[in-house]
């Protein structure tokens, strides 16, 4: 891990140890408990877009797929939500290695347009099968998290939770970036056949972070579904997947920061923006079209550029 990695995530697991401590109004802990699942599931997509540089549009159908996995089993079985977060995320992976096998052999707006046809398919179910996720009404009674004999029933229990995951994702991710299948999916990236004409598998990594990228998405439903107990076919639509892409890419693809900046900052901006609810798709595609315009790289790398200016200023003087 680089020394800028290692600051970043020291900073980030102070302030969010401090957050609770200073901020005791539940309304803020419980948008950053959102933050924070926002952050997991736009960390899946910024490893595949990102680094493997393969577009998805099914993102929130495996949110979904996590978040009604384990709501269901938790409901019908009585398991502790500790397996049935286990096993959703199990069956995200098996899904996603099903369709990834044969869709990852498509390219580009190939690609997008069958990754959107499942995320379709899967919001249909959902609306549909109603005896089982509850239909358009929604499923309803899911037990909070608990671990073992500890019940994460306050906002503040499991505000830090979520977050000691997603410093824990954060960490692995990183790493992985840096290692030898990092250099692997970004080298798929910048050319596939030059990739393969090197040795590397592509076809194998390509479905391995497109299983991690359901996974992370996965794990972040079953969080929400916990955490909010109800949950609505609504809340998995393509629309989600979009909006999620928005928060990868202004957030900058460059880094795994950048999923967790443009998270977070995607997550926070609709309440800062409710006077303009009604033109929130404008206003998104706005803001993406001027951070596309005036930082190429995101949020993240106009941070990591004016480290890098600050750095060698300092060393001159």
Known sequence: MTKNNLYMLVFLAVALFLFPLVERNLYYQTLMIFVGIHVLVALGLTMLIGFA?????????????????????????????????????????????????????????????????????????????GSLTGGPSGLVGIPTFSLGGLVLDTDTSYYVFVWLVVIGAVIFLINLANSRVGRALQALKRSEDAAETMGVPVARYKIKVFVLSAALAALGGALYAHYVTVISPESFNVVFSLVLITMVVSGGLVSVWGGVIGASIFTILPDALQQFEDYSIVTYGLILLLILMFMPKGIAGLISAGAQKARKSFANN
Do not use: D, N, R
């Open 53 to 129: 540089g393969q577009l998805s549009l099914c993102q929130a159908a495996f949110y979904g797929i996590g978040a009604y996995t384990s709501g269901v089993l938790s409901i019908q079985t009585g398991w502790s939500p500790c397996v049935t977060v286990v096993l959703a995320v199990l069956l995200a992976c098996a899904i996603a290695l099903i369709l990834g096998i044969p869709a990852l052999k498509l390219k580009g707006h190939y690609l997008a347009m069958a990754t959107l046809g499942f995320g379709e398919i899967v919001s249909i179910v959902f609306k549909e099968w």
